[in-house]
């Protein structure tokens, strides 16, 4: 039995969650006066969340592969930018 959506995936849904907190920790003195850092931020957050779920619609291992780690590219430019 596999997982017909790319929501029903662990790994997205804890992408979801950073991804709010994310943007709620971004709307708080320090980063929302760095308008640059804070769209990078958002943005790899954002990032991480979508390649999850592409990576989940495509059909070889290679090619979801290559999604899974640009997902996780996104997450250690987060990480610096934290």
Do not use: P
Not at 12 to 29: E, H, P
């Amino acid at each position: 039995m596999g997982i017909d959506r790319f929501e029903d995936l662990r790994s997205w849904q804890q992408a979801r969650k950073l991804f709010r907190l994310i943007y709620s920790l971004t709307r708080k003195a320090g980063f929302n006066k760095d308008f640059k850092l804070r769209e990078q931020a958002q943005s790899a957050a954002v990032s991480s969340m979508g390649n999850i779920a592409e990576a989940h619609g495509r059909f070889s291992f290679e090619e979801k592969r290559k999604f899974y780690e640009v997902s996780h590219g996104s997450i250690e430019e987060l990480q610096s930018h934290l």
